[in-house]
Nanobody, 122 residues
């Protein structure tokens, strides 16, 4: 069993930045890929990005490429989502998830955090 806890969400103006954190516990963090997803009431859960176990591979959704970046600190069992140049359309609940590898399908991730709200005002 793995427990994930996101933090760092909040309200920010368009063009601003936020960094989300996801702290993991329960199993060996370094053996898992980590993903970030987001969801709004109007949309299905959407892939944002992911990072491989070693941190050497990262994938991003086209909508965030060049603005968001994912990193991980295996010593702290934490993965980060740095979000820059935020837009109102980035407003969503952001979830971290963990699975055996890095990919865009939510089905690859059996464990999920509770989510953290990000609101970008125009």
């Amino acid at each position: 069993q793995v427990q994930l806890v996101e933090s760092g969400g909040g309200l920010v103006q368009a063009g601003g930045s936020l960094r989300l954190s996801c702290a993991a516990s329960g199993r060996t963090f370094s053996t898992y890929g980590m993903g970030w997803f987001r969801q709004t009431p109007r949309k299905e859960r959407e892939f944002v990005g992911c990072i491989s176990r070693s941190g050497t591979t990262r994938y991003y959704a086209d909508s965030v490429k060049g603005r968001f970046s994912i990193s991980r600190d295996n010593a702290k069992n934490t993965v980060y989502l740095q979000m820059n140049s935020l837009k109102p359309e980035d407003t969503a609940v952001y979830y971290c998830a963990t699975g055996t590898s890095c990919g865009s399908s939510s089905a690859m991730y059996p464990y999920w955090g509770q989510g953290t709200q990000v609101t970008v005002s125009s």
